[in-house]
């Protein structure tokens, strides 16, 4: 069974950091893009990251260009996501997703950015 495991969200102020996680399982990890998308309320789910599965090129929205980080281990079945620099409009809800696994998403991890 295939799962999806977000964690590492939180209360933070603007101009903070961090790191949210995503434990991977029920299916191989190291053939799968990984993406991070995100959903504030009243508003659709966005893609904000992915990174590719063997060359591990990564692509993100312009919003968070130079803000955010995606990274794997495959290892650990894990990717990662470093948001630094924080902004109010980044308070949202933030899944992972493999590509090609239609309809999975786990729980998603709570981001909050507020003073």
């Known amino acids: 069974q295939v799962q999806l495991v977000e964690s590492g969200g939180g209360l933070v102020q603007p101009g903070g950091s961090l790191r949210l996680s995503c434990a991977a399982s029920?299916?191989?990890?190291?053939?799968?893009?990984m993406s991070w998308y995100r959903q504030a309320p009243g508003k659709e789910r966005e893609l904000v990251a992915t990174?590719?599965?063997?060359?591990?090129?990564?692509n993100y929205a312009d919003s968070v260009k130079g803000r955010f980080t995606i990274s794997r281990d495959n290892a650990k079945n894990t990717v990662y996501l470093q948001m630094n620099s924080l902004k109010p409009e980044d308070t949202a809800v933030y899944y992972c997703?493999?590509?090609?696994?239609?309809?999975?998403w786990g729980q998603g991890t709570q981001v909050t950015v507020s003073s």
């Open positions: 029920g299916f191989t990890f190291s053939n799968s893009a």
């Open positions: 990174i590719s599965s063997f060359l591990r090129s990564t």
């Open positions: 997703h493999a590509s090609g696994l239609v309809g999975y």
